[in-house]
């Protein structure tokens, strides 16, 4: 491992564009330290940034689309930590490594022995997990579910199952314009006394956050469609 000068700030991001109020005031000034910019959108970085620091001349900094941390981005990290530049890693929405792009830039920051400085910020996860009612002592994020419908039913059953057997409540998310046919699913295929929590819009002024039983949630229809959501599970 070589040494190196080099700061990498994992700068937390907005989950909801009026949640300006959940982003510290020390990750701006974080965010002044930086020479340059790894970004999962660079459109919606700039945008994000300049909400915080208007005096921000954006022009002034460089910026690299992480783009899943393809070789040539993976390049250019390596050579900015050797030059002992100040980093900034900001994903889409929420924390950068946790359910969202950053890993493998941070993995190779942590290799050649960059500080890396994780910058407190909402994660929908732990939002959604915080609120559901459910154990926060024993649980996993296992993502998006697959999309073919007996494989989602399988999966569905294998997670209820796990819960179960170790009190374990398992995380997932959909695509939003998807969420309304997961719901259909976990309501005709999950046991009725299982409890399901449905955290939508967090941090913003439409946010819902409701914990019912499977028979409690079938009597309500639900209809989700369209809006980020965390779904948690616990049988």
């Known amino acids: ?4 000068k080099s700061i990498v700030y994992l700068i937390p991001s907005l989950l909801a564009e ?3 109020q959940t982003i510290p005031p020390y990750v701006i000034e974080a ?9 999962e959108n660079e459109r919606t970085a700039r945008r994000y940034l300049k909400l915080y620091w208007k005096e921000m001349v954006i022009d002034d900094y460089k910026w690299y689309t992480i783009h899943k941390a393809e070789g040539q981005v993976i390049t250019a990290l390596q050579q900015k930590i050797k030059e002992g530049k100040t980093i900034g890693i ?18 190779v920051a942590q290799e050649m022995g960059a500080i890396v400085k994780p910058l407190v910020g909402p994660s929908a996860i732990l939002l959604a997990l915080m609120a559901s009612g459910m154990n926060g002592q024993q649980f996993q994020f ?3 579910l697959p999309i073919d419908t007996m494989e989602r039913i399988k999966t569905l059953k294998n997670l209820e199952n796990e819960s179960r057997n170790k009190t374990c409540t398992q995380v997932f998310i959909e695509t939003p314009y998807r969420n309304n046919q997961l719901i259909e699913t976990i309501l005709k295929t999950c ?15 439409t946010e819902t ?3 019912k039983t499977i028979a409690e949630w079938k009597k309500e229809k639900p209809d989700f469609h369209k809006r980020p959501v965390i779904f948690c599970l616990l049988a």
Do not use: H, N
């Open 18 to 20: 009026d949640g300006l």
């Open 191 to 205: 046991q009725p006394v299982t409890r399901l929590c449905i955290a939508a819009d967090l941090t913003a002024t």
């Open 90 to 107: 900001i994903s889409e929405a929420g924390c950068p490594g946790v359910a969202d792009p950053g890993q493998l830039l941070i993995k």
């Open 209 to 211: 956050i409701k914990t």
């Open 142 to 144: 296992v993502g998006y």
């Open 31 to 39: 965010v002044k330290k930086c020479d340059v910019f790894f970004v």
């Open 1 to 4: 491992m070589t040494e190196t």
